[in-house]
Structures are given as structure tokens and as C-alpha cells.
């Protein structure tokens, strides 16, 4: 078995194994919650307007924290278009998606965004509540792992890529 044998063998293990816990009513409910918060990154588009409603001293580098974000989030449904991966069909989702394609996850996407420019900003909750939303995703079997940390990195990326733009050059490391 190659690399990619053993990668497709654990994502499929490891979905397998998270959708499971979806068979708790409390998972499952939490799961579903958190996915349709994440649906179009509406969540971390509301967060960063909510951030430059009531900082407004530093208004601009939300709205510009939130614009990453979406951008991140584009960006992620422009590489699904091209990879065209299908989404996990061995496990019963417990949410309806847009979409067929899983390959990168743009809720991850948009989550890991949002966790990097609006943690830049202070807003310590962003981070764990974007973790919980990449959980979701495979709890509700609807990505692979490897989705998930793809979308991850990719909003990661976009949201550090952009930081000096979004704070206007006073992001210190």
C-alpha cells in the first residue's frame, strides 16, 4: 500500500470513527449547530462585524479581518471546483451540504480564517469555537480529515498572508 492508500485508509478510519459520536443526541445536535453556524462562514462574517460595531477604534482592521475571511472562504469553494472530491459515502451525514464536493473544507476554511485575524485582534474565543466547528464537520460526516486540515490551513494562510494589511502594518509577532 502506498501514501495515498494509507491517507484514503485513515481518513475513511478516522470519519468512520468521529460520525459514531454523532450517535449521541447531544453530539449529534451540537454537531448540527455548529455546522449550520459555520454555512457560508455567516458566523465569522457576523463575528467581525459584530468586532468593528463595538471596537470601533479599531473598525478597519475588523472589517478588513472579516474580509479575509471571506476571501479565505472563496478561495476554498474555487479549489473545490478544481479538486472535485467527493464527500465521505461510507457514513450517514448528519447535515445537508450545498454541495457535493468535500476537498478542502470551506467550513475549516472560513473557521481558521476568522481564528487567525480576529485572535490577532484579541478575541480569544474565536479560536477554540473555529476548532470546534473543523470537529463538526467530521463528526456530521461530512468532510475527511484530510479536508478539514487542508481548509484549515489554507484560511490560516490566507488570514496571516493578510495580517499586516488588516491591523494596517501593526501586527507584531
Known sequence: MDDLDDLHDMDHRIVSALRACGSDPRVAGTARALSWAGEHAALWLAAGLAGAAVD????????????????????SMGVKRIVRRPRPAHVEPLVRTAGRHSFP????????????????????AVPPLAAAVCVSRLVAGVHYPSDVAAGAALGALTARLGARWMTGGALRD
Request: glycine residues 12%; aromatic residues 4%.
Open 56 to 75: 470601533r477604534r479599531r473598525r478597519g482592521a475588523w472589517l478588513r479581518g472579516t474580509a479575509l475571511t471571506a476571501g479565505a472562504h472563496l478561495a
Open 105 to 124: 473544507s470551506s467550513h475549516a476554511t472560513s473557521a481558521a480564517a476568522a481564528a487567525v485575524a480576529f485572535g490577532a485582534l484579541g478575541a480569544r
